[in-house]
């Protein structure tokens, strides 16, 4: 089946700083990336949607220029923490539709668990 | 907006018996997917089943089948002959056109040997 990898698995990084995840489609083209964030025993929330060539589109609450999408090519899909701080510490995750077509079934990545202290 | 509920926060079931968990779910779209997704400890979220809204028949995946209502907007997942495998949680999924999904919160599911 299509697989998708986000990397890194952990990272760790100090308050004030800036930290990159990427994700990745393996196996097939993704011109569509949705990026979610997960706190611990609660439910994942969709942060924004990573379009291919164009800009991102963010959830109501969600601050874009803190939390800055790059879909630079049609594998891959970074999301990068600016200015990280403590309550930013959360596990993400990506998905990406095979295809391109956002109405077909999602493929999740492994997640990345991020904590800034 | 849509939303979906999970009303169920933990639920036990004995190995090789049958669970049952709910779903509901508002929106004002006529045409949607429904999704049951279970992340185990590792956190990789595994797509369980699925169920496109204009399809009437219920969808199944071996021991994994829904009862969808789309009048009621109920989507349960019924696990039959549990196994210890099937532990996890499991989460109730909506999309609409092409958005993202939108998740409930969740039901923990704990097998009984």
């Known amino acids: 089946g299509a697989v998708v990898s986000q990397h890194p698995s952990r990272v760790i990084c100090k308050s004030g700083t800036s930290v990159k995840i990427e994700c990745r489609s393996l196996?097939?083209?993704?011109?569509?990336m949705f990026w979610y964030r997960q706190f611990p025993k609660q439910s994942l929330m969709l942060m924004a949607t990573?379009?291919?060539?164009?800009?991102?589109?963010?959830e109501q609450g969600v601050e874009k220029d803190k939390f800055l999408i790059n879909h630079a090519s049609l594998t891959l899909s970074t999301l990068t923490v600016t200015s990280a701080h403590p309550e930013d510490s959360s596990f993400y995750i990506c998905?990406?539709?095979?295809?391109?077509?956002?109405?077909?079934?999602?493929?999740f990545g492994p997640g990345t668990r991020l904590t800034v202290t | 907006a849509q939303t979906v509920t999970q009303s169920q926060p933990e639920m036990s079931v004995q190995e090789a018996e049958t669970v049952t968990l709910s779903c509901t779910y508002d929106?004002?779209?006529?045409?949607?997917?429904l999704f049951w997704y279970k992340q185990p400890p590792s956190r990789q979220m595994i797509l369980v089943i699925r169920?496109?809204?204009?399809?009437?028949q219920n969808a199944t995946e071996n021991r994994f089948s829904v009862n969808f209502q789309k009048a009621a907007k109920s989507f349960s997942l019924k696990i039959s002959d549990s196994q210890l495998g099937d532990a996890a949680m499991y989460f109730c999924?909506?999309?609409?056109?092409?958005?993202?999904?939108?998740f409930g919160k969740g039901t923990h599911l704990i097998i009984q040997p």
């Open positions: 998905s990406a539709p095979p295809g391109g077509d956002p109405l077909r079934m999602q493929y």
């Open positions: 196996d097939f083209q993704a011109t569509t």
């Open positions: 990573s379009n291919e060539g164009s800009k991102a589109t963010y």
């Open positions: 929106t004002s779209e006529s045409d949607y997917y």
């Open positions: 169920q496109e809204a204009y399809k009437q």
């Open positions: 999924a909506y999309r609409g056109g092409a958005d993202g999904l939108t």
